[in-house]
């Protein structure tokens, strides 16, 4: 316990898309468990606020914030309202996510630039709003929660998530380069298949598996994983912490990849 003891957390993507336990939920919990405050954001108020009374009822320290972390001026807003109410931020925790069918044929122009928007820009601006936070306070580390999508085509079409989230790692590889002469820690998760409520909730992923039968996109699912099983939110949320805490003092730049060894497998 304690392992993030003093340490403030800004979880961007806090809340969860329906019952049970996301990727940004699980984090934010799992980082006040573990000492942190925790400035929990996310764009629906009632999710920011759910969370954040986990962590405040289990006796730890939290506030919600509602933000359109796609748009500059509320990230803007995001980051003094947490300096306001903290006075610092030495962790940041970009988890916002969304998957759009298609291929390059069939997607959208408008929908290739929301996805871009919500999992890339969005991951952009945090970084840079609080990484010179990080800088005059000495350091930082900053988590940014890709997808083995984004290495390995995992048999779906859905073209923008692989390519916002593959941006996305050669954001946090030429950062961390960039800012670890200056105790600036940028790191990657790549989760793979995961059984969390934004897939349970993601029409288009359940049509692609199983036409849209979600139990039995989840068998499909598992017998994917050489495990056998898919992942939880708090797998992701148990890397995030190390990578966070002062343990992963020397890792910089890297992509984490949390999949139960789906990427080792031939022919996916």
């Known amino acids: 316990m304690g392992r993030l003891e003093g340490k403030v957390a800004v979880v961007v993507g806090a809340g969860s898309i329906g019952p049970g336990w996301g990727n940004g939920k699980a984090t934010a919990v799992t980082f006040a468990r573990q000492g942190a405050e925790v400035f929990c954001v996310d764009r629906n108020q009632a999710a920011a606020e759910e969370t954040a009374g986990i ?36 962790v940041l925790d970009n988890n916002v996510g969304i998957a759009e069918m298609g291929s390059v044929v069939e997607v959208a122009e408008a929908d290739w630039d929301r996805v871009f928007a919500v999992n890339l820009k969005s991951a952009y601006l945090a970084m840079k709003h609080v990484v010179p936070i990080m800088v005059r306070q000495g350091g930082g580390s900053v988590i940014n929660i890709s997808s083995i999508a984004s290495i390995r085509h995992m ?5 923008t998530y692989g390519a916002s989230k593959a941006a996305m790692n050669q954001m946090t590889r030429t950062t ?15 989760p793979g298949l995961m059984k969390t409520p934004m897939v349970e909730h993601s029409a288009g992923l359940a049509a692609s598996y199983a036409k849209g039968d979600v139990d039995a996109m989840w068998r499909v699912r598992d017998a994917q994983v050489p ?23 020397y890792v910089t730049g890297i992509e984490l990849v949390v999949d139960g060894g789906i990427t080792c497998k031939a022919g996916q």
């Open 55 to 90: 962590i405040v009822s289990e006796g730890g320290k939290a506030t919600a914030f509602t933000a359109d972390v796609s748009q500059a001026v509320e990230v803007e807003a995001m980051v003094a309202a947490c300096l306001k109410t903290f006075g610092r931020i030495d």
């Open 155 to 159: 048999g779906l079409s859905y073209v």
């Open 176 to 190: 961390a380069v960039e800012f670890a002469a200056k105790h600036v820690r940028v790191n990657a998760i790549l």
């Open 227 to 249: 495990m056998g099983h898919m992942g939880d939110a708090f797998d992701v949320a148990n890397a995030a912490l190390f990578l966070a805490s002062d343990e992963s003092r």
